[in-house]
């Protein structure tokens, strides 16, 4: 099967995106302004793979339990490590700050993220005012939709060509509405960044969905239009054409305009399929370049999984041993550092573990 080195390379570069947005803020740097719609390129290349890895098994007969059983055992023990870790970063913010919390409800919400399951309720005393679906790891939201997602690909997997693409602008048009319509009810500036709050969780459906279409449709416009495709977009190899799709995508999540909130829907429904577009397209060409990309796409993952709880973490640690918080650079370079290894770290445990294996032979009575 195919293997789309340049994707993977552009996934780990938006999940280091994702961590410095986090890390740094817009308030710090105009840089990070839109940096959220990376969770949008994911969607996208959610949809992209799962229909390269898994659509001629499903059309072909594969059962609707063994597709959930792959596709659960794959995301949920790098899952389950990053609530694991957010559970643990968050009793010590709030032991080190003398935050009041319920530990009933405190564990109730974190055996729940291990299912996936957003909150239900606040485990802060007093409650916070806007509750966060995973409160203790926040980025895990984006996980939630996108099994979501995945999991309904076992029926997208069926539709006609035609109207995927009326489901994805149907999709896309929704989540544009639901955005306006949060910016005119509140009061507040126009995002795109929705669904990850009680708030707005049912807005984060139609987000999901629209990414999750298109990625699809990019994927089935290359091989149906094969030939158009080579004559007008020619495959691309070596490392000049891969740095340079790294540095366009750097410079879409990374665009410090907000153009009145404009620009995030027009990088969402345009400019980020058009990065995957071209990407599809593109090879490294040398072998230590494939290998960078490799490298990126596995750390990925379970980089944007415990990235938050190592920042929590770090910042205790600092604040312990005196940096000022003044010193923002040296803390975001430290806590960095600490996020790729903790990232290797994960990785390594479940490998030893052979999460995925065991996880998967467990659900084989359920799911098949």
Same mark, same amino acid.
């Given at each position: 099967?195919?293997?789309?080195?340049?994707?993977?390379?552009?996934?780990?570069?938006?999940?280091?995106?994702?961590?410095?947005?986090?890390?740094?803020?817009?308030?710090?740097?105009?840089?990070?302004?839109?940096?959220?719609?990376?969770?949008? @390129? $994911?969607?996208? *290349?959610?949809?992209?793979?799962?229909?390269?890895?898994?659509? &001629? +098994?499903?059309? #072909?007969?594969?059962? %609707?339990?063994?597709?959930?059983?792959?596709?659960?055992?794959?995301?949920?023990?790098?899952?389950?490590?990053?609530?694991?870790?957010?559970?643990?970063?968050?009793?010590?913010?709030?032991?080190?700050?003398?935050?009041?919390?319920?530990?009933?409800?405190?564990?109730?919400?974190?055996?729940?993220?291990?299912?996936?399951?957003?909150?239900?309720?606040?485990?802060?005393?007093?409650?916070?005012?806007?509750?966060?679906?995973?409160?203790?790891?926040?980025?895990?939201?984006?996980?939630?939709?996108?099994?979501?997602?995945?999991?309904?690909?076992?029926?997208?997997?069926?539709?006609?060509?035609?109207?995927?693409?009326?489901?994805?602008?149907?999709?896309?048009?929704?989540? @544009? $509405?639901?955005? *306006?319509?949060?910016?005119?009810?509140?009061?507040?500036?126009? &995002? +795109?960044?929705? #669904?990850?709050?009680? %708030?707005?969780?049912?807005?984060?459906?139609?987000?999901?969905?629209?990414?999750?279409?298109?990625?699809?449709?990019?994927?089935?416009?290359?091989?149906?239009?094969?030939?158009?495709?080579?004559?007008?977009?020619?495959?691309?190899?070596?490392?000049?054409?891969?740095?340079?799709?790294?540095?366009?995508?750097?410079?879409?999540?990374?665009?410090?305009?907000?153009?009145?909130?404009?620009?995030?829907?027009?990088?969402?429904?345009?400019?980020?399929?058009?990065?995957?577009?071209?990407?599809?397209?593109?090879?490294?060409?040398?072998?230590?370049?494939?290998?960078?990309?490799?490298?990126?796409?596995?750390?990925?993952?379970?980089?944007?999984?415990?990235?938050?709880?190592?920042?929590?973490?770090?910042?205790?640690?600092?604040?312990?041993?005196?940096?000022?918080?003044? +010193?923002?650079?040296?803390?975001?370079?430290?806590?960095?550092?600490?996020?790729?290894?903790?990232?290797?770290?994960?990785?390594?445990?479940?490998?030893?573990?052979?999460?995925?294996?065991?996880?998967?032979?467990?659900?084989?009575?359920?799911?098949?």
């Amino acid at each position: 099967m195919q293997r789309f080195h340049a994707l993977d390379g552009m996934r780990g570069i938006a999940a280091i995106v994702v961590m410095l947005y986090h890390y740094v803020g817009a308030s710090q740097s105009r840089l990070f302004m839109n940096s959220y719609i990376a969770v949008d @390129l $994911f969607f996208i *290349l959610s949809g992209f793979v799962i229909y390269h890895a898994y659509a &001629t +098994a499903i059309l #072909g007969g594969m059962p %609707a339990g063994v597709f959930a059983n792959k596709r659960i055992s794959r995301l949920a023990p790098t899952v389950a490590g990053g609530v694991v870790l957010g559970a643990i970063a968050a009793l010590i913010v709030m032991l080190e700050t003398g935050r009041d919390f319920s530990p009933l409800d405190f564990a109730l919400t974190h055996m729940g993220h291990f299912a996936f399951v957003p909150a239900l309720s606040d485990y802060q005393i007093p409650a916070s005012d806007s509750l966060i679906l995973f409160p203790s790891n926040p980025p895990l939201w984006s996980i939630f939709y996108e099994l979501v997602a995945s999991l309904a690909f076992i029926w997208i997997a069926r539709i006609p060509r035609w109207r995927l693409v009326g489901a994805a602008l149907a999709a896309f048009s929704l989540y @544009l $509405f639901c955005c *306006l319509a949060l910016s005119r009810m509140t009061g507040t500036a126009l &995002t +795109a960044n929705v #669904g990850w709050n009680h %708030a707005t969780f049912f807005f984060g459906f139609p987000r999901v969905f629209s990414g999750f279409l298109m990625g699809i449709i990019i994927y089935r416009l290359l091989r149906r239009l094969d030939d158009w495709i080579e004559t007008h977009l020619p495959r691309l190899a070596g490392p000049l054409p891969t740095l340079g799709l790294f540095a366009a995508t750097l410079c879409v999540l990374m665009c410090p305009f907000y153009a009145k909130g404009v620009y995030q829907f027009v990088a969402i429904g345009m400019l980020c399929p058009l990065l995957i577009l071209v990407g599809a397209r593109v090879t490294p060409g040398r072998s230590w370049l494939t290998a960078v990309c490799d490298g990126l796409g596995t750390l990925s993952f379970p980089l944007y999984c415990v990235h938050e709880p190592v920042r929590h973490m770090t910042n205790i640690l600092l604040k312990r041993i005196g940096l000022p918080d003044s +010193a923002l650079g040296l803390r975001v370079t430290i806590t960095v550092i600490l996020a790729f290894l903790a990232s290797g770290m994960l990785l390594w445990l479940l490998g030893q573990l052979r999460a995925r294996h065991r996880l998967s032979s467990g659900l084989k009575p359920f799911l098949g």
